[in-house]
């Protein structure tokens, strides 16, 4: 989830629906998209599914969502580190 529209590729923005967020607020998803972040090698990857939610204080990374899309996290060293699952290689790495 993401609350900056300009981070998306392609965006549907019919496609609304209800976010329920850890502190139990409902807030509304005012579309759905595809977002593109570069990897560690440089090379764009997209992310589709991407809901956009304005009124999120910080963009939210779902691991439920990329492990159904195949790719391999693992969390090791204060670190979680994402890896294409088809190459191994590493895509992102994000420091706790």
């Known amino acids: 989830m993401t609350r900056n529209n300009d981070g998306f590729v ?3 923005d019919s496609t609304k629906s209800d976010v329920l967020l850890g502190d139990n607020k ?3 998803a005012k579309g759905k998209g595809t977002i593109v972040v570069n990897t ?3 090379k764009p990857k997209p992310i589709n599914d991407v809901l956009y939610v304005t ?3 910080h963009n939210l ?3 439920v969502l990329l492990l159904k899309k195949g790719y391999l996290i693992v969390f090791k060293d204060k670190q979680c580190i994402i890896y294409d699952n088809i190459t191994i290689k590493l895509l992102l790495r994000l420091i706790c």
């Open 10 to 12: 392609e965006i549907d």
């Open 61 to 63: 990374l779902t691991l």
């Open 26 to 28: 409902l807030v509304e």
């Open 40 to 42: 560690k090698q440089r």
């Open 55 to 57: 009124r999120l204080a």
